[in-house]
């Protein structure tokens, strides 16, 4: 058992990956493991087939699964903190990479994305590195502290995020609308727009003090959404084009929503040391979420999707939370 805890040591030693202060031995041991698991996976896209094609999802799934495997019979007490289906993590990492532009899909094969450095803060954010660069990682997102090429790209457009505030891109979509009566014949939701937001987003009950916010009709997963607003004890409507809200991005427009009226909750942290632990307390878009998940670790890898619970690098941290600021979400230490 010592010789494997000097393994998972030199492994946090060149990922550069700390205990935090008042973090357990098994919380540590389960976010290095977490951390190489990413690795491997990255490291199985140069795997060279005997017919020189791209490595197939299924190969890229199978090097985690195969991995993770080895580590918790070597590691039985970590075990618990990872899902029984131990495919649930390989889809979450493989999904990460593939939201966060790590690697390219082309029919059912993949391929490790060109390089690319951007930087904030200090932090070198890295895509698409050669198998013999050693970089730092956070969750499984490489970084490094200083890089010979310099940075060729901003991070906004590294990771598609926004180039507008929240509270812009609500507000020039309201400007633009064009309003109808809505005809309320079937079960419609709407957005909530008063905490608490604790638990549904969506309720039956329009807002009525004449704001304009969103709602949707439809079955799920064919959802159709409006701005609506009321006037004269009537419902307003402008329809959303389904490109504008298919994949869970209409999440751009409910946090725009809340953060045009001061509403949008904020995420808290709490600083243990070289790690943080971040709280956030709305579902972000899909385009920050996926940033925030490639460069931190969830609290729990037996409950996946763990969207609200991660835990980041220090350094790491306070670099993204300088990206995502100037966008409109905000971040309170506890």
């Not at 973090?23 to 951390?35: A, G, Q």
């Not at 197939?56 to 075990?79: A, C, G, T, W």
């Amino acid at each position: 058992m010592n010789q494997y805890n000097r393994l998972l040591g030199r492994i946090a030693d060149e990922f550069h990956v700390f205990q935090g202060k008042t973090e357990t031995e098994v919380d540590w041991k389960s976010r290095i493991i977490y951390s190489l698991l990413g690795r491997m996976g990255y490291a199985s896209l140069w795997d060279i087939r005997e017919d020189l094609q791209p490595v197939s999802v299924v190969h890229f799934k199978n090097r985690i699964e195969s991995i993770l495997e080895s580590y918790l019979e070597m590691y039985p007490e970590l075990r618990l903190f990872y899902p029984d289906d131990i495919s649930e993590l390989s889809n979450e990492i493989y999904n990460i990479f593939l939201c966060t532009g790590q690697m390219y899909h082309t029919s059912y094969r993949i391929t490790p994305a060109i390089k690319a450095v951007s930087e904030k803060a200090g932090i070198y954010f890295l895509r698409g590195i050669p198998l013999d660069r050693k970089p730092y990682i956070s969750g499984i997102g490489n970084y490094s502290f200083s890089e010979d090429e310099p940075a060729v790209i901003q991070p906004a457009d590294m990771f598609q995020l926004p180039q507008t505030t929240l509270a812009e891109q609500w507000e020039y979509l309201v400007y633009h609308a064009k309003w109808y009566p809505l005809e309320v014949e079937n079960e419609i939701e709407f957005l909530r727009t008063k905490p608490p937001f604790t638990y549904n987003y969506w309720i039956e009950k329009p807002d009525i003090s004449g704001m304009v916010s969103l709602a949707r009709i439809g079955l799920p997963g064919n959802k159709t959404y409006f701005l609506y607003k009321i006037e004269a004890e009537r419902i307003l409507g402008s329809q959303l084009p389904q490109w504008m809200v298919s994949a869970n991005y209409y999440r751009t427009l409910s946090n725009g929503c809340l953060a045009s009226v001061e509403r949008l909750p904020a995420s808290t942290y709490h600083v243990d040391g070289k790690i943080v632990q971040l709280r956030i307390h709305y579902l972000l878009p899909p385009a920050e979420l996926n940033l925030i998940k490639l460069y931190s670790w969830p609290e729990s890898c037996a409950d996946l999707p763990d969207d609200f619970s991660r835990i980041f690098d220090y350094q790491v941290f306070f670099a993204i939370k300088s990206i995502l600021e100037p966008i409109g979400y905000t971040f309170v230490e506890e």
